[in-house]
């Protein structure tokens, strides 16, 4: 029988970062769950999250500095706001969040 996996492949479960993806996860599924309740993602909560820190420090937020602030394109910002716009979970004018053209 042929080997699929050629023998110089290292194993993946004596890395660190392997480890970390599974138990990252398994976090994701078990966060998932649980904002399902509530019809919310693990994206547009973090983005709530994080656009109210940001406002917390500042009067205005961006979409470019929610992107750079969470670590996702501007573009995957501004799906997720106009979804939060939609749920009636985000007013633009309550929260001044301004597009910048790149």
Known sequence: MKKLIPENIPDPRKYT????????????????????????TQSEIFQLISLSLLLS???????VELANFTGITAMNVSKIIKTLNKKGLLREKQVLIHVQKL
């Open 57 to 63: 420090e500042q009067q205005e937020v961006t979409q």
């Open 17 to 40: 970062g392997f480890l970390l993806w599974q138990k990252s996860n398994t976090w994701e599924k078990h966060v998932n769950q649980k904002l399902k309740t509530f019809n919310i």
